[in-house]
């Protein structure tokens, strides 16, 4: 051994010695005992907002009741709006907001700059997706990406493709009565693989062939469910998100259901989108988004595509497929609510019935607005930043005033919005008549739900989850319901108790398991 590599493994031990270790582990402790001290020191922006201060002092809090406890947070975040009032510091740097009326200034409109925070997106950082329209921090960014993809989603898209959703529609209802005197199944399988094939047929002109092949599963969300459960793994977890970077190259060592994402995110998708490309008549999104010029070409790498036709599928498989189950539930759980609702359908052709004619029904569309309040597709809170403005809060009453410090994130959640009894009295009953007013939509009532966000990161999926859902509803109602019943499921399986991102039940995911005879 020369000299020079012998004195390299000789400095080498000295640096991994014992002292050293500690050292190095006595000044980190050092550096946090500093860090939490300023969180909860009037030098601190947010030192006059109220809150408690273990949740102020470090993100150790949060992250107990989140990733730890899995998904409590939202729970604990709702006592402290009881103690603290309408406006809470939850963690060192970020307040939230549990009054309904101020939810178009957080998450406004228009040209008022409204930034993502990455402490959010770290919950999802695997591949492409932090290079997505989704997880765009900046707002300028967010609506040049957004900007390219927003008429493909348009209301008026939708129109030219709704005969896909209807045939689609038909082929998983015809699916669902070939289950007849069979196995009770669970429903929500049924309608993720539905709502899985219409994206991708939507995104990529092709379905992933759910509904085509045996059985219900597995699908989409049965291989996304881990990616949602190690959400907040990943956001609190520093070296397991830096390791996840690098997750294809240890796929094989990974459990199946990742190895199944990672194979859709890396193989599957751009096969798609390559298919999309090289039949631009049929390639819808994807085909025209690479002639678009509203992107620069950097943002058309099939790397950034793939995580954006990732998103799509993810955003909107679970999200729909959960409010359809919802719905399923509760027409099967309340016999005076399914009786009322065909009363409402009465004249509409079962075999074929058009978006646009299912709207104008009112308790149809109260009772799809009731599930979406009581089951949001999204339960867990997301942030805005107001980088360029103080928001200034005033309570209804007056007697509540804050200045939110411009790039302070502060963020609404779902879930408490709808239970607030000043708006929806008894939140815990599903009630569909508390959307109509005057025998017709309470169209006012529609701006305080949540499920969908609001301004300029509200749900770009919006109109097509709407199409798909009044659809489908119908065709449930008119051609399975008759013959459905439910099966071991009760209100504990639709109703929220946590979230991982997505709301789940004190058993798991939403599910309602019926026997059709
Ligand atoms: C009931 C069904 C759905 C619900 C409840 C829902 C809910 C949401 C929510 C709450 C957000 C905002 C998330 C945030 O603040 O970070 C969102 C964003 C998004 N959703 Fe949906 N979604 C649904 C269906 C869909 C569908 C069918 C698609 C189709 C592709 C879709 C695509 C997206 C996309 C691309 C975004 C990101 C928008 C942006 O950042 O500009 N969603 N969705």
Redo the contacts with the bound molecule.
Sequence with gaps: MSLSSALTIESLRAALSLTSILYLVGLWLGYYVLVVAYNVSPFHPLYRFPGPKLAASSYLYEAYYDWWRVGIYGKRIRLMHEKYGPIVRINPDELHCNDPYFTDEI?SSGNRIRD?WQH?LNAGTAGPVPV?????ISHEL?RA??GA?VKF?SRQQVFRLESEVHDFTQRTVQKMLRCAGKEPFNVKEAYACF?AD??SQ??FGEPMGFIDQDGWEPNLTTWLKSVFESAYLLRYVTPVRMLAQFAPLFAKYMGENIRAVLKQLNEVIPRYIQAALDNPENGRVFADLMKSDMLPEEEKSMYRLSG?GF???A???E??A??LTAITYFLLAKPEIYARLMKALDGVDPLNHKWTELEQRPYLWAVIHEA?RFT???SHR?A?IARTENLIYKSKDGRTQWVIPKGTPISMT?VINHNNEELFPNPDEFIPERWIINGKPNYALEKFL????RG???????H??YC??FVMTAAVAFRILPRAQLYQTTIEDIRYDHDVVTPNTIHGPIAARIRIV
């Design positions: 998450y993502k959010f997505t329209e989704f997880s765009t967010h990406r957004r993809l989603f709502t219409i994206i939507y995104a954006e998103n799509f599928l955003a909107g498989t999200t729909t959960a409010t979406l949001p597709g999204v997301s805005r779902s949540l499920s969908f966000s300029t990161r509200a749900c770009l999926g919006i097509l989850a798909e859902i």
